[in-house]
C-alpha cells in the first residue's frame, strides 16, 4: 500500500493541473474627491499621502479652477501617482477662468470623451467627462458629472439627468458602468435621476444633498468598501487643560472599492 502512496499524489497532482483555474474577481477602486483653496496647492504633500496610501485605480477632482493659459495645477499628481490625466470643462480655452472636472486613471484608456449638460432655464451647461477603462479583461465605462445642488434648481437637474442618460445611451455598452460626481438631489430623489444605480454613500441623510458619490450596478459590481478620505487638521499650539480642541478632520471625498461581476459566457 505505501508504493502506491506516491502514484496517487502524482495522479491528484496531473488532475488538478488540468482541472480550469478560477477566476480572480477584478477590483476597481475610485477615489472622487474635491480639493478647496484651503488645501490645494498649500498642502500638496499631505493630499498626496492620502492618495499613495488609498491607491486608486481612478482619481475624480471635483470643481478644479484654471487660470488663463496655466497648465492644470493638479495634474502633477499625475506622475507620483502613476495616472494618466485629463481636464474636462464646459469653458473654451480662450477663457481667462476654467472650471472643470480632472480625471486620472492608472488604468489602460481605451476611449475618452466629453459632453455638456444643459438646463431648462438658459443657464451655463456643465461638462461630463467618459473615460473606458480596462481593467483586467474587463471593460468598464466610467462617467463624471457635478448635478447642480438646491431645491430651487430642481427643473434644472432633471434637464441635467436627462442629458447625462442619453449620453450614456450613446456609447457600446460593457460589462460595468460607473458615475463618479457630485450629486446635489436628495437620496430619493437621485434614484429617480439615476433608475438602476445604487449609490456608495447608503449613510447620506435623507434630507441633504447626496454630494460626492459613485454609482454603480448592483448587478454589475458588488460594493467591497467605501472610505473617507480625511485630511487631519494641525494641532492646536497652546497645550493644556485649557486648550481648545482639536480642529475636526477635513473631509475631501470618498474612496469606493468594487468588485466586478464576471461577464456571462453568453455576453
Known amino acids: 500500500m505505501p508504493r502506491l502512496l506516491p502514484r496517487c499524489i502524482a495522479l491528484c497532482l496531473v488532475l488538478s493541473a488540468a482541472l480550469p483555474l478560477q477566476a480572480r474577481p477584478a477590483h476597481l477602486v475610485v477615489a472622487n474627491i474635491a480639493l478647496p483653496e484651503s488645501v490645494w496647492p498649500s498642502r500638496r504633500e499631505q493630499v498626496l499621502a492620502l492618495l499613495t496610501r488609498a491607491t486608486p485605480d481612478v482619481l475624480v477632482v ?3 479652477h484654471v487660470q488663463g493659459s496655466s497648465p492644470v495645477d493638479v495634474c502633477s499628481l499625475a506622475q507620483p501617482l502613476r495616472m494618466h490625466c485629463d481636464f474636462v470643462s464646459a469653458d473654451p480655452p480662450s477663457r481667462s477662468h476654467r472650471r472643470g472636472t480632472v ?7 481605451m476611449e475618452d470623451g466629453a459632453t455638456l449638460l444643459h438646463a431648462q432655464d438658459g443657464s451655463a451647461p ?3 467627462g467618459y473615460l473606458r477603462l480596462l481593467v483586467g479583461q474587463q471593460q468598464v465605462r466610467l462617467y463624471t458629472a457635478s448635478l447642480v445642488a438646491g431645491q430651487q434648481h430642481h427643473p434644472r437637474r432633471l434637464r441635467q439627468a436627462a442629458d447625462l442618460r442619453n449620453w450614456m445611451t450613446s456609447h457600446a ?3 460595468t458602468t460607473l458615475i463618479a460626481g457630485r450629486f446635489g438631489s436628495q437620496h430619493a430623489e437621485l434614484q429617480q435621476l439615476m433608475p438602476g444605480l445604487r449609490a456608495a454613500r447608503r ?3 435623507a434630507a441633504q444633498a447626496h454630494g460626492l458619490d459613485v454609482l454603480y450596478q448592483n448587478q454589475q459590481a458588488r460594493l467591497h468598501a467605501v472610505t473617507l478620505l480625511e485630511l487631519q487638521e494641525p494641532a492646536p499650539l497652546r497645550q493644556g487643560a485649557d486648550a481648545p480642541a482639536s480642529p475636526a478632520p477635513l473631509l475631501l471625498g470618498l474612496v469606493v472599492e468594487l468588485e466586478l461581476q464576471q461577464p456571462s459566457a453568453e455576453a
Open 62 to 64: 471635483q470643481d478644479v
Open 203 to 205: 449613510s447620506a441623510a
Open 103 to 109: 480625471l486620472l486613471s492608472a488604468r489602460p484608456v
Open 126 to 128: 456643465v461638462a461630463a
Open 173 to 175: 455598452p460593457a460589462p
